[in-house]
């Protein structure tokens, strides 16, 4: 599991991503903090979207519970289950031969008890083959979080917009910008540090408070909607390469437009289909 890695150098084409690695391990993630080289981080729910994610050079692939959205068509993240993120974990595993595979635990798998927390972390582990765990919290999931990890299995946290508490917050808007949430911010990642967690996800903070958090922890933080200053970023795949339409936040940059390639290669088969073009007589046995 920890190879040495060679990771000293940005590659000739300015990208930061070394090909001779051959995989992405907690340790890598903690090394690279140390060099000053930035995590990349991306979500995938299935076999071959994890493969080009993979083959791509991403650091960590992360089987997100967004897959409720992006996936399964809900409107939270709430509805899905363990099972549910085990078939998605399990077939991104498949693909990934490079990356460190974290899988979320959802929402009511580790909320009620730490022996229960302990439990959905094993079944991911063992039924999908995943490297590690996500949980959303802070002090509150600290029992879980020192089980998990006395279990052997890496834990990252999730701390600022934590959407399965969105029917708390009442909005998905940036958190953390009044005082007392900041602060409870700073310590839960600390707490987090010190439990032993591996990195922390910042969602949706202020970029400044994710740079103070970022300077003050010595494991790296994944921001989303966090900022330039920290360690690494993460988006969910289907914003980054435009297939959900509509969903342009300011922090999403938007690297393709899929929706619209997919749409027009569909509009063209249905075409061809209606007008007997395809298929023709070389397609055709
Ligand atoms: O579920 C998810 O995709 C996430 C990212 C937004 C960090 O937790």
Redesign the pocket.
């Known amino acids: 599991m920890y190879n040495s890695i060679p990771l000293t150098s940005k590659s000739a084409n300015s990208m930061s991503v070394n090909k001779e690695i051959k995989r992405v391990t907690t340790r890598t993630v903690q090394e690279m903090k140390m060099r000053g080289e930035k995590v990349s981080m991306l979500?995938a729910y299935d076999y071959s979207l994890a493969t080009i994610v993979d083959d791509a050079g991403v650091d960590i692939i992360?089987v997100?519970?967004?897959a409720s959205n992006v996936m399964a068509g809900h409107e939270t993240?709430l509805p899905i289950t363990l099972d549910q993120m085990i078939y998605h974990a399990a077939s991104v595993v498949r693909a990934a031969k490079r990356a460190l595979v974290i899988v979320?635990l959802p929402f009511g798998s580790y909320q009620g008890n730490s022996k229960e927390a302990l439990n959905s972390a094993i079944r991911i582990m063992k039924e999908s083959g995943a490297h590690g765990v996500?949980l959303e919290g802070g002090i509150e999931i600290a029992e879980s979080v020192t089980r998990i990890l006395a279990a052997g299995i890496p834990v990252m946290g999730?701390l600022g917009l934590t959407?399965q508490s969105i029917y708390k917050f009442g909005t998905y808007t940036v958190r953390a910008k009044e005082d007392a949430e900041a602060q409870k911010l700073r310590d839960d990642s600390l707490t987090l540090q010190e439990l032993g967690c591996f990195g922390i996800?910042l969602?949706k903070i202020p970029a400044l408070l994710a740079k103070e958090v970022t300077e003050s922890l010595s494991i790296p933080t994944v921001g989303?909607g966090a900022g330039q200053h920290c360690d690494g970023q993460?988006l969910?795949i289907h914003d980054m390469l435009g297939i959900n339409k509509g969903f342009k936040p300011r922090f999403l940059r938007q690297y393709a437009s899929l929706y619209d390639v997919m749409n027009d290669a569909i509009k063209n088969y249905v075409a061809d289909v209606k007008s007997a073009d395809f298929p023709n007589e070389k397609e055709q046995y």
């Open positions: 979500t992360l997100g519970d967004s993240t979320d996500k999730h959407p996800v969602e989303i993460v969910v």
